[in-house]
């Protein structure tokens, strides 16, 4: 297994890995065809694209034999929630927007190994917070971040579909 920054030509891959694991993310309430709507506005192979062209953004994968199983990704910038930037307000700030790991890979420490490394980057590019929103009903994941340092700092709203989702904001001091 090989955590390394993406390629423009993961973008394919990421789209396909994305649209399998986003849906873990939601509260057992989401709608499926919210979580389809949301994956179509925001998760395609042409939004990857984007992404991976985009200065402010890095994104990082795990790869097995050049098969992607997870990925994370960084947004460089200032928050762009009102919300966030009450409580995160230290500068500058890195978000971490993504953090996925394909089902069959879960407990195998590659998401812990995926946000080391990301936080590494953000380190490398001068961020003294990292902060992400996570979903407050995903028990899993909040347990997760908790345990590699994130603390709750604040909430915040995330939309999917035609409903708003409540999560927490987490940041980790750098």
């Not at 909040?142 to 904001?169: C, L, P």
Request: hydrophobic share 45%; glycine share 6%.
């Amino acid at each position: 297994m090989q955590i390394r920054p993406a390629r423009p030509d993961d973008a394919a891959a990421l789209s396909e890995l994305a649209a399998i694991t986003f849906p873990l993310a939601c509260p057992p309430d989401a709608l499926p065809e919210s979580i389809a709507e949301f994956i179509a506005s925001n998760l395609t192979q042409a939004h990857f694209e984007g992404y991976l062209a985009d200065p402010e953004r890095e994104l990082f994968v795990a790869d097995e034999g050049g098969a992607l199983v997870g990925y994370t990704m960084l947004v460089h910038a200032e928050p762009y929630d009102p919300d966030v930037r009450a409580v995160v307000t230290a500068r500058p700030a890195t978000e971490l927007s993504k953090v996925y790991v394909h089902p069959d890979h879960h407990g195998a420490g590659l998401a812990a190994q995926l946000v080391e490394r990301s936080i590494a980057a953000a380190r490398d590019r001068g961020a003294v917070v990292v902060w992400l929103g996570v979903n407050q009903q995903n028990e899993r994941a909040n347990r997760f971040y908790e345990k590699q340092g994130f603390e709750r700092v604040g909430t915040k709203r995330f939309k999917v579909g035609a409903r708003f989702e409540d999560d927490f904001v987490r940041s980790l001091a750098l």
